[in-house]
């Protein structure tokens, strides 16, 4: 119910006021909640707002630290996004955190994942994309387009496509994620987006090479989500043989809001299968074909992920359970 989340929403901001980090370069703001050994990075969509993952600090607190920053302005390079989430975990005393990445945010988790592979301890890829050099030519051309815009109109557009991220939601609910929406929107620039924009094509232009250490990976994908195209997803799979899949029936691209419950259970799940963290550092990922037909089973729409693949038949590149509690 909307009043519900309002209501959340509420007692969320006056328990988690806002923090600010510098990395040298740029300032991140960012909210924390919890205080746990271990930690999990939330990192948010395409409008960069970490409080948007409002229900998922509030639901995570109690057994972990849980950071969920905010994209600054001037991060236009995937280097810039992973280098500055890497040392506000480090800055947040964390050796390593679980990451989570959702739609854009999945995107900057890969790029953390390739270029600080000693901060993630477990990465979770939820409605989001691999890097796909095929599609370059297509984002160069929105972000042109985007360039020539006004601010004003920019905003517009992406009030519109709120709308339509939206329009499968309850009405109540869709209230509330409406006016969440419209007050980040207004407060976003246009150069804000072209950061996006940028960052979204340095992305698919330089980190198409397979991940090089070996992580456990879940990866969650509504089934009518149509801003992940199916042969997206399968691209997805494919760039992470050994992942884990589960599957959220209904929804679209805004299920991890509409179904944040499931989402939650399932994250909950995959990061409890982990305890303790893996070894920050592992045998270069060597996964192959077939590499699917034999790890870890795909959970069944609604089913919990089944976290831990088994050891016979195990193929290349992925963790057996020795390998997840060494270090």
């Known amino acids: 119910m909307a009043e519900d989340l309002g209501e959340t929403m509420r007692r969320f901001r006056a328990t988690h006021p806002g923090r600010t980090f510098s990395d040298g370069r740029l300032c991140w703001p960012y909210l924390v909640g919890g205080s746990g050994e271990e930690t999990v990075l939330l990192l948010p ?13 509030a639901a995570l607190e109690a057994r972990y630290r849980v950071i969920a920053p905010s994209y600054p302005p001037g991060a236009d390079t995937i280097a810039a996004l992973a280098d500055g989430v890497a040392s506000l975990v480090a800055a947040q005393g964390a050796e390593r955190a679980h990451v989570v ?28 994309t691999p890097p796909l050099p095929g599609r370059l030519n297509s984002l160069r051309f929105r972000a042109a387009l985007l360039s020539r815009l006004p601010q004003r109109s920019i905003r ?9 991220y939206l329009r499968n939601m309850p009405p109540n609910e869709r209230r509330f994620w409406r ?19 940028r960052a979204w094509i340095d992305f698919d232009r330089h980190y198409t090479a397979p991940p090089n250490p070996k992580r456990d990976v879940l990866i969650l994908q509504a089934a009518d989500d149509r801003m992940v195209s199916p042969g997206q997803h399968a691209a997805l799979c494919a760039l992470y043989p050994c992942a884990t899949r589960h599957a959220i029936r209904g929804g679209g691209h805004a299920a991890s809001l509409s179904r944040a419950g499931e989402y939650i259970e399932a994250i909950r799940g995959f990061f409890e299968a982990l305890t303790p963290f893996p070894s920050p550092l592992l045998p270069a990922f060597a996964g192959g074909e077939g590499c699917l ?4 089973t795909a959970a069944a729409p609604g089913a919990a992920p089944t976290g831990i693949p088994p050891v016979e ?15």
């Open 45 to 57: 969509g395409a409008l960069g707002r970490g409080e948007t993952s409002f229900q998922y600090v």
């Open 293 to 296: 037909e034999h790890g870890p």
């Open 101 to 128: 990445g959702g739609s854009f945010g999945g995107i900057v988790a890969q790029g953390l994942l390739r270029r600080h592979p000693e901060r993630v301890a477990g990465l979770i890829l939820s409605d989001t």
């Open 179 to 197: 006016a969440h929406f419209a007050e980040h929107i207004a407060a976003l620039t246009k150069a804000e987006v072209l950061d996006r924009a």
């Open 156 to 164: 517009a557009l992406l009030t519109i496509g709120i709308g339509q």
């Open 313 to 327: 038949g195990l193929p290349m590149g992925c963790l057996t359970p020795a390998e997840r509690v060494a270090g």
